[in-house]
């Protein structure tokens, strides 16, 4: 299971840190990653990170302002988002897959097999 946390409303310019903590003892084997879907609109992908933590992807709508990191011994994923804009706004969730992927597979929503339930973010103009 993943649990998602650290959404909130925050001012544009504002800065939030979302935490995905993943329940077992495997959370090393997963690569995970954010995805954000935005009323209306289709899931896309934000952020990607390998299992050690070595290697990182992001969208290009958010690189430079987000980072994501990972704490295997706390079974902990985050995402540092700052310099927030009113574009941001979204549910955001965390996911979950041990396959082998790619770099241009992170990206892609039917590669991972765990979701979390998703944590709102609001940022205000």
């Known amino acids: 299971q993943l649990q998602a946390s650290g959404g909130g409303l925050v001012q544009a310019g504002g800065s939030l840190r979302l935490s995905c903590v993943a329940s077992?003892?495997?959370?090393?084997?997963?690569?995970m990653s954010w995805f954000r879907q935005a009323a209306g609109k289709e899931r896309e992908f934000v952020a990607a990170?390998?299992?050690?933590?070595?290697?990182?992807y992001y969208a290009d709508s958010v690189k430079g302002r987000f980072t994501i990191s990972r704490d295997n011994a706390k079974n902990t994923v985050y995402l540092q988002m700052n310099n927030l804009k009113p574009e941001d706004t979204a549910v955001y969730y965390c996911a979950a897959t041990q396959a082998i992927l790619t770099p241009q597979r992170f990206s892609q929503s039917r590669q991972y097999d765990y979701w979390g339930q998703g944590t709102q973010v609001t940022v205000s103009s």
């Open positions: 077992g003892r495997t959370f090393g084997r997963y690569v």
């Open positions: 990170i390998s299992r050690g933590g070595g290697d990182t």
